[in-house]
């Protein structure tokens, strides 16, 4: 696989080769030297034991006695983690939750005796740590605390079809909710759940969607939309005005086949998973393609059906590696920061 490069080079394009699956102790970064790495890979998170889960001497007998219980995870759809690191992983086809404790070594799956998700396809955080989830089935998203206690719903069948990817404008303390099969984009109040507004509707033009699937939100408050089944991705301010798209179906560089996650770092770059290439495209806010990485596989910095992205304040990325079973992790790199 080839890697594209545009950075600092407005006028130029700088191949790369994909680096190979690494030893131990080798540092996969892309661009491969010479040129100046981007993105370096950190690890990944498929299992309780990947963070280094401590296990009490109960948790010990009843694993002696019964044996180790299933905790992998099975298609992981969305990923986002909080303020305290806590990484948490949607598998609608376990109809769970895993959240992963990098600090203590934690794992959990949220259950609540109010709550029992059927298809949970959607996650986000606000700034208490409390974590959102879309129930696709329940057409609601649920709300629970940095404990896994669950507070409130937003939502209702009334108003939401079938709700997929979610995003919070924090600042605003809007939620922003993908209804795939009704083609837009709902608003809501994350306080008092009120509907603000819908953005969008079926259709091919400028503002419209078809099958729209995930959707996140940057610093500055600007709203990107993975427009699935047109190809694109559509950038709108807060206020719903379009601020601009790109992308067409194709083979091509920056040309996509099935756009899943998206998310922006800390320098406005715009990273989109594609679910049927298989790798990460990463563009400017011009919708230029700067880097590509990633192909089909099981290695590290391989996907089997990326999904859903998150980014975290450290511009540490987050991949629902789905039919890998994993979260993968990488780290963006400002220019230098790998000197």
């Known amino acids: 696989m080839i890697a594209l490069l545009w950075w600092g080079a407005p006028t130029a394009v700088v191949m790369a080769e994909q680096p190979s699956s ?3 102790g080798m540092d996969l970064v892309w661009p491969s030297p010479p040129l100046e790495a981007r993105i370096r890979y950190l690890g990944s998170v498929a299992t309780p034991d990947d963070i280094g889960r401590k296990k009490g001497f109960w948790t010990k007998l009843v694993e002696f006695i019964r044996g180790p219980e299933q905790e992998n995870m099975r298609q992981p759809m969305a990923v986002a983690v909080d303020a305290n690191g806590r990484i948490s992983v949607a598998d609608p086809s376990e109809k769970q939750v895993h959240v992963y404790d990098q600090k203590k070594g934690d794992y959990e799956v949220i259950t609540d005796a109010n709550v029992s998700l059927e298809y949970p396809l959607g996650l986000a955080v606000d700034n208490k740590n409390n974590l959102y989830v879309s129930d696709s089935d329940l057409k609601k998203i649920f709300v629970f605390s940095a404990t896994g206690d669950f507070i409130k719903s937003v939502g209702s069948d009334a108003q939401l079809q079938r709700p997929t990817g979610i995003a919070i404008d924090l ?44 959707v996140t939100v940057d610093r500055a408050g600007n709203l990107y ?11 709108f301010d807060h206020s719903g ?3 601009g798209e790109f992308g067409k179906f194709g083979n091509g560089s920056g040309d996509f086949s099935t756009p899943k996650g998206v998310v922006v770092d800390s320098e406005g770059h715009i990273y989109v998973a594609d679910a049927g290439f298989d790798n990460l495209q990463i563009f400017d806010t011009q919708g230029r393609l700067l880097l590509f990485f990633g192909e089909a596989g099981q290695a590290p910095g391989e996907f089997w059906v990326p999904t859903g992205l998150f980014m975290d304040q450290q511009d540490r990325l987050y991949v629902a590696d789905s ?3 994993r979260i993968q992790i990488f780290q963006y790199l400002k220019v230098g920061a790998h000197e």
């Open 171 to 214: 600042a605003r303390e809007w939620l922003y909710v993908v209804d795939t099969p009704a083609h837009d984009i709902k608003v809501f109040d994350i306080n008092g759940g009120e509907l603000l507004r819908v953005v969008g509707k079926r259709g091919k033009e400028k503002g419209e969607f078809n099958f729209p699937s995930y």
């Open 22 to 24: 690494p030893e131990v």
């Open 323 to 325: 039919y890998n079973n």
């Open 225 to 235: 939309v993975t427009d699935t089944l047109n190809g694109r991705i559509q950038m």
């Open 241 to 243: 005005l379009l601020l």
